[in-house]
Nanobody, 118 residues
Framework: QVQLVESGGGLVQAGGSLRLSCEAS???????MGWYRQPPGKQREFIAT???????NYADSVKGRFTISRDNAKNTVYLQMNSLKPEDTAVYYC?????????????WGQGTLVTVSS
């Protein structure tokens, strides 16, 4: 079955860095991949996306601190997070949009927790 497997979350002090990875399994014809997050008690929010041509888009809250990248050969997307702040604490989810046999589809990862201590 199609799935996204995330890794790289954890506990880090404010000002530190983490890199999240998300590998797509059994997913072909991927259009865009992206990262979203859900802070405690809040709704899920957009962080960044990257297309197959590596065109990127970021939320204002992470511009200049986070970098999304993609290895098409490995079907993997990364999120490099620098200068982390306590308000970056959230469960981070990977997303992939791909072309199915009849229509466009999307799939979500299970989420990985990032905790930034002050």
């Amino acid at each position: 079955q199609v799935q996204l497997v995330e890794s790289g979350g954890g506990l880090v002090q404010a000002g530190g860095s983490l890199r999240l990875s998300c590998e797509a399994s059994r997913i072909f014809n991927i259009n865009a991949m992206g990262w979203y997050r859900q802070p405690p008690g809040k709704q899920r929010e957009f962080i960044a996306t990257i297309t197959g041509e590596r065109s990127t888009n970021y939320a204002d809250s992470v511009k200049g601190r986070f970098t999304i990248s993609r290895d098409n050969a490995k079907n993997t997307v990364y999120l490099q997070m620098n200068s982390l702040k306590p308000e970056d604490t959230a469960v981070y989810y990977c997303n992939a949009q791909y072309r199915g046999p009849f229509r466009n589809l999307e799939v979500w990862g299970q989420g990985t927790l990032v905790t930034v201590s002050s």
